[in-house]
T-cell receptor
Framework: SQTIHQWPATLVQPVGSPLSLECTVEGTSNPNLYWYRQAAGRGLQLLFYSVGIGQISSEVPQNLSASRPQDRQFILSSKKLLLSDSGFYLC?????????????FGEGSWLTVV | AQSVSQHNHHVILSEAASLELGCNYSYGGTVNLFWYVQYPGQHLQLLLKYFSGDPLVKGIKGFEAEFIKSKFSFNLRKPSVQWSDTAEYFCAVNPNSGYSTLTFGKGTMLLVSP
């Protein structure tokens, strides 16, 4: 069966420090991968998605970047964190959504920028 | 771009009351529709989804949703809620036109009192 893991689960970082959140999927090949940010009262905001290695689409301009160095690995990064980057970040995967597949979410990562 | 609107941010019900959570989307083409639930301290998980066929969709735990194309709506219902239904509920839409992304509403927090 397929599983998705993301880490770290919680992170406290000073303003201006770098960030790296990692997500891996097991048990499938060539998944579509996503990074969402969840904020109270604002739902889930899609940040990045990837349909293949090295292919990244950004949904909103921001201080963050994403990379997909391997088929089942998706990394969310920042060179210099801002206070406004604090939040709950979710990695997710699916096969082709248009074909009736479900999107599955990881456990989430709480980032606090201080 | 598509958008999803959930009418209520917070809903408070007593056990055995009936539930209806509103969801409207804006997209002119064919869509795939989802309801996700997030119980306290747990992952987002799929409640039900609509891709085609019968517009009345049955999900887990006694939930159902009806797709009304003319109203661009996909409301979630349950005839009799339980305390264990306390959670945050998210409606989401995927335009079935080659975009493999999911746009979420802002969520509705449901609190069921025993």
């Amino acid at each position: 069966s397929q599983t998705i893991h993301q880490w770290p689960a919680t992170l406290v970082q000073p303003v201006g420090s770098p960030l790296s959140l990692e997500c891996t999927v097991e048990g499938t090949s060539n998944p579509n991968l996503y990074w969402y940010r969840q904020a109270a009262g604002r739902g889930l905001q899609l940040l990045f998605y990837s349909v293949g290695i090295g292919q990244i689409s950004s949904e909103v301009p921001q201080n963050l970047s994403a990379s997909r160095p391997q088929d089942r690995q998706f990394i969310l990064s920042s060179k210099k964190l801002l206070l406004s980057d604090s939040g709950f970040y979710l990695c997710a995967w699916t096969m082709d959504l248009n074909s009736g597949n479900t999107i599955y979410f990881g456990e989430g990562s709480w980032l606090t920028v201080v | 771009a598509q958008s999803v609107s959930q009418h209520n941010h917070h809903v408070i019900l007593s056990e055995a009351a009936s539930l209806e959570l509103g969801c409207n989307y804006s997209y002119g083409g064919t869509v795939n529709l989802f309801w996700y639930v997030q119980y306290p301290g747990q992952h987002l998980q799929l409640l039900l989804k609509y891709f085609s066929g019968d517009p009345l969709v049955k999900g887990i735990k006694g939930f159902e949703a009806e797709f009304i194309k003319s109203k661009f709506s996909f409301n979630l219902r349950k005839p009799s809620v339980q305390w264990s239904d306390t959670a945050e509920y998210f409606c989401a839409v995927n335009p079935n036109s080659g975009y493999s992304t999911l746009t979420f509403g802002k969520g509705t927090m449901l609190l069921v009192s025993p």
